[in-house]
């Protein structure tokens, strides 16, 4: 098959330069993901702009990522329904419909981006990688009490670093670690120690996050990786490379958990946390038990009961990101989600292992989305800001994979 070739441009300086300057912009914002201790975060403030700027200046939305507005769509709408079930409507629910809706078309907004210029996931991924570590690093010293004040980055003795709850900060660390390990396993030996430094340096936080969702997620996501990865590069070689970095990276592990064990206060915190049923997991109304009441409920309530109303009829949040999809946005918004999902993971298991510029990014994301999905069952991941640009990332990686077939024909 005949290589693309396109069609020569002539070079303008100007536009050039704006190009690399709202990229530089766009991910800035992604940096600023990593940075979320009071809301509305910074994020916040420069996205919206952002995303109105790009759209009003002739960002389009292509067919292919047309279906991912749609369903978000369809998804807040059942959310503004659900708003119509309550009584009375406080100011925070309907910010809490607003930030949906925010949130939404970031996802849209990335997946619209990387499809115009694929060229731009390696700057997101930079990033999120220089995030990741800033506020990993954050959460490390605030869990060792590293300077005075260090315990703002830390909440009930675990690291959350410049987040506002340890079980987001621990999954924002996974995507950027995948990263780090695609690099030291396909680039060369003597590339690897800063991306080695990287990868310790994310591990540790995710650890010290005690958060079992994080937990099982990193795990989940390194071995999938590895498995991928050995699916599209069948060589010895690479074979014999994959099996002594991971032998080296399970023995520098289990050696920092060792050191970390003698410390009395990590010792205890993981032996509780270590335990696969907590109380609040088990016990009267705990979340086991308040899923099954919520799924009830929701037979009787198919519009929902409206944003942050489940914690106030029954001890804690819903810690289920379906059936908080069912309680905040109704059925509407439940089966859109359920939908989205199904096709945004089937969408990039298509394209996963095809050799492409953009390849190593989405085998990244989708593994990612995929491990969210799994952690999706116990906790609530709603409102991840992280989420939603995996999301846009798998989505950009599939409209891209669809302009280049295009053009393959043409």
């Known amino acids: 098959m005949s290589a693309v070739v396109n069609q020569a441009r ?14 530089w912009i766009m991910a800035f914002g992604v940096f600023l993901s990593g940075f979320v201790i009071s809301e509305p975060a910074p994020y916040e403030l420069l996205m919206v702009g952002q995303v109105a700027l ?22 807040n709408v059942g959310g503004l329904l659900a708003l119509t079930m309550l009584r009375t409507i406080l100011t925070e629910q309907v910010l809490y419909v607003a930030v949906s809706i ?9 997946a619209a981006v990387i499809e115009d210029r694929p060229q731009r996931l390696k700057l997101i991924f930079q990033a999120w990688v220089a995030a990741a570590i800033i506020t990993g690093m954050l959460g490390i010293l605030g869990y060792f009490h590293a300077f005075p004040g260090a315990e703002m980055f830390t909440r009930y003795d675990r690291a959350m670093g410049a987040f506002q709850d340890p079980n987001v900060f621990g999954p924002f660390l996974v995507a950027p670690t995948l990263y780090l390990m695609h690099g030291m396993l396909k680039g060369r030996l003597l590339e690897s120690p800063l991306r080695i430094v990287g990868i310790l340096i994310l591990s540790l936080a995710v650890f010290l996050s005690f958060s079992r969702a994080a937990w099982g997620l990193f795990l989940f996501c390194t071995v999938a990786l590895i498995f991928v990865m050995l699916l599209k590069e069948r060589t010895n070689a690479f074979r014999l490379k994959i099996l002594v970095l991971s032998l080296a990276a399970v023995v520098a592990m289990v050696l920092a958990l060792s050191v970390a064990l003698q410390f009395e206060k990590v010792q205890a915190l993981f032996e509780t946390r270590t335990q696969l049923v907590q109380e609040y997991d088990g016990g009267h109304l705990g979340r086991f038990a308040r899923h099954r009441l919520g799924f009830e409920l929701a037979m009787e309530r198919p519009l929902g009961i409206g944003p942050m109303m489940f914690g106030r009829i029954f001890p804690e949040d819903e810690h289920n990101i379906w059936l908080k999809s069912l309680m905040a946005y109704g059925w509407i918004g ?5 939908m989205l999902m199904i096709w945004t993971v089937s969408m990039g298991f298509r394209y996963l292992l095809r050799e492409r510029p953009w390849q190593p990014y989405l085998m990244v994301a989708w593994i990612v989305l995929v491990g969210h999905i799994l952690i999706g069952n116990v906790i609530d991941t709603d409102h991840w800001r992280h989420f939603y640009l995996v999301l846009g990332i798998v989505w950009g990686c599939g409209a891209a994979e669809w302009r280049h077939q295009r053009a393959l024909r043409n």
């Not at 002539?10 to 990229?23: G, T």
């Not at 925010?102 to 990335?110: D, E, I, K, R």
Request: hydrophobic share 70%.
């Open 10 to 23: 002539p070079f303008n300086p100007q536009a050039a330069a704006v190009q690399l300057m709202i990229s």
């Open 54 to 75: 790009w759209f009003l200046f002739g960002l389009k939305i292509s067919r292919v990522v047309a279906p991912l507005l749609a369903l978000l769509l369809i998804f």
């Open 102 to 110: 925010f949130l939404a078309l970031t996802a849209v907004f990335y």
């Open 334 to 338: 439940f089966v859109s989600y359920v």
